[in-house]
């Protein structure tokens, strides 16, 4: 039964999975790893209450295998249960205390709480066990800025001169070996691994740019000037069923690397004031209301606003009348015409950051599934120009509405223009905020680690110590009409 679940789900056919999922488990008296299918299948048919109570249940059984506490903490970080979530892959590592895998999934946890040095600790315990787990490299490497005498670049360097390495280790050593050698000050040895890393991980992707350049083109025609207010062109009259405030929700939006997390820590530092993280809440709202003919650009467009938000709050769960309510996905960019639609009060704040640190922040990171432009210079520039006109798109559309946030002048001032952001949002302004090393929130973004030291202002200009290395990223810019600085 578990295994027939599993494939339906694999398919994305939840409903079907379910019954299949509930006999895996029926009377069971051990912790098996069905009740965590079990639980994300109802998670991901928005079934959370549901899911909640089969974690619950499966801890109180008796002590099964490592997987099934594994599954169980997987679903609980799905339900914000973080802290639950790290004992139970705790659990899972004292069950199978020499599997790597489970590990590694602890030190991930770790360093979601902010919890680094034991991440580290963690980090080394798995490739002490096993040397071929090469994403731990990388998550090591990134738990900290490395020192000139604290470091593990010549253990880097070591394995990637190793004989026989595959496609996946070199990706993710390359990524390791170039973060710690921009750590120390190595800049043209770290572009070198950079760039390795991102050849090698754009040779594996199918992806064209030209299909993203048509999407966000769509996007713009879509959602025309005057469409994303309530009651413009394609609105409908059931729109009095939105919510009566949506001045609770607040998104933050803008490329990736360009100082959304930090905005979040920020905000969630001020009382009354939580967040999603980075969920899919609104965008799976939008495509479950798409309706009528045409490409799904359409489909989304003629979307019953009510319905939208009617969704998107069932899946934000908001809980408290008074809460404040971020969703910090990035992309939702491609969204804010339809979120400003749905959910006319919310706060979209758009944050902008010089083009060249943001392209060169993007191409030094390894993305999951998302950001497919990011591994290559002429993939980077274009991009980046589709998405200046697609915001230039919305600033015509949305107006004072959208608010922008220039990360150099948040970091560069972070009172003033942090209380701007408060003051935009209806928030009340407390200076504590600023203080984000203090924000024992959770944070599952690239900058899970970043954002657990204080404010800091290094990362703005930093493509000037690769300048001579990104002269295709600047011609290209350019040449798609990016404004860049005289130096450049």
Same mark, same amino acid.
């Given at each position: 039964m578990t295994a027939e679940a599993l494939r339906l789900m694999k398919l994305g056919r939840f409903e079907e999975a379910l019954p299949f999922a509930e006999q895996g488990v029926a009377g069971a008296e051990v912790c098996l790893p069905g009740h965590g299918l079990l639980a994300t299948i109802l998670l991901r048919l928005g079934r959370g209450a549901e899911a909640e109570r089969v974690v619950a249940a499966a801890m109180e059984l008796k002590t099964g295998v490592a997987d099934a506490y594994d599954g169980?903490?997987?679903?609980?970080?799905?339900? =914000?249960?973080?802290?639950?979530?790290?004992?139970?892959?705790?659990? /899972?590592?004292?069950i199978a205390p020499q599997a790597p895998r489970f590990l590694y999934n602890l030190a991930c946890s770790e360093r979601s709480l902010g919890r680094l040095v034991e991440a580290e600790a963690d980090c080394d315990r798995v490739i002490a066990l096993d040397?071929? #787990?090469?994403?731990?490299?990388?998550?090591?490497?990134?738990?900290?800025?490395?020192?000139? +005498?604290?470091?593990h670049i010549p253990e880097l360097e070591a394995q990637l001169a190793a004989a026989g390495?595959?496609?996946?280790?070199?990706?993710?050593?390359?990524?390791?070996? %170039?973060?710690?050698?921009?750590?120390?000050?190595?800049?043209?040895?770290?572009?070198?691994?950079?760039?390795?890393?991102?050849?090698?991980?754009?040779?594996?992707?199918?992806?064209?740019?030209? &299909?993203?350049?048509?999407?966000?083109?769509?996007?713009? #025609?879509?959602?025309?000037?005057? /469409?994303?207010?309530? *009651?413009?062109?394609?609105?409908?009259?059931?729109?009095?069923?939105?919510?009566r405030d949506s001045s609770r929700y607040i998104f933050i939006v803008g490329l990736p690397r360009s100082g959304t997390t930090l905005?979040?820590?920020?905000?969630t530092g001020l009382s009354g004031v939580r967040s999603n993280g980075e969920t899919e809440n609104f965008s799976r709202a939008l495509f479950k209301a798409a309706r009528g003919a045409g490409d799904v650009f359409a489909?989304?467009?003629? %979307?019953?606003?009510?319905?939208? &938000?009617?969704?998107?709050?069932?899946?934000?769960?908001? =809980?408290?009348?008074?809460?404040?309510?971020?969703?910090?996905?990035?992309?939702?960019?491609?969204?804010? *015409? &339809?979120?400003?639609?749905?959910?006319?009060?919310?706060?979209?704040?758009?944050?902008?950051?010089?083009?060249?640190d943001s392209c060169f922040a993007m191409y030094r990171t390894l993305f999951g599934e998302a950001y497919p432009f990011s591994y290559d210079m002429q993939e980077l520039?274009?991009?980046c120009a589709a998405f200046e006109r697609l915001m230039s798109h919305w600033r015509a559309s949305l107006g004072d509405s959208l608010h922008e946030i220039v990360y150099e002048e948040l970091v560069g001032e972070p009172k003033r223009? %942090?209380?701007?952001? &408060?003051?935009?949002?209806?928030?009340?302004? +407390?200076?504590?905020?600023?203080?984000?090393? +203090?924000?024992?929130?959770?944070?599952?973004?690239?900058?899970?680690? #970043?954002?657990?030291?204080p404010i800091y202002g290094s990362s703005s200009g930093r493509w000037r110590h690769y300048h001579r290395h990104l002269q295709g990223l600047i011609a290209a810019l350019r040449q798609h009409g990016v404004a860049l600085p005289d130096e450049a």
């Open positions: 169980l903490a997987y679903v609980s970080m799905g339900l =914000g249960r973080h802290d639950r979530a790290n004992g139970l892959y705790r659990r /899972a590592t004292e040397r071929a #787990q090469y994403p731990t490299y990388l998550l090591r490497a990134e738990l900290r800025v490395q020192a000139p +005498n604290a470091n390495l595959d496609h996946r280790a070199r990706v993710f050593l390359s990524y390791a070996l %170039a973060k710690e050698l921009d750590d120390v000050g190595r800049y043209d040895e770290a572009f070198h691994w950079f760039s390795t890393a991102a050849a090698a991980r754009r040779s594996r992707l199918q992806y064209d740019i030209a &299909a993203d350049e048509h999407k966000l083109k769509r996007i713009e #025609q879509a959602f025309p000037p005057g /469409a994303s207010r309530p *009651g413009g062109p394609g609105a409908r009259a059931e729109a009095s069923g939105q919510p905005v979040e820590r920020i905000l489909q989304a467009a003629a %979307a019953d606003p009510a319905q939208v &938000a009617a969704e998107y709050v069932r899946c934000a769960n908001p =809980g408290g009348a008074d809460a404040s309510v971020i969703e910090k996905l990035p992309m939702n960019y491609l969204y804010v *015409g &339809a979120i400003h639609r749905a959910l006319p009060e919310a706060k979209i704040l758009l944050l902008k950051r010089s083009p060249l520039a274009r991009y223009v %942090a209380a701007s952001i &408060a003051r935009h949002c209806g928030l009340t302004w +407390n200076d504590t905020a600023l203080d984000i090393q +203090n924000n024992q929130s959770v944070s599952l973004t690239a900058s899970a680690a #970043q954002v657990r030291r």
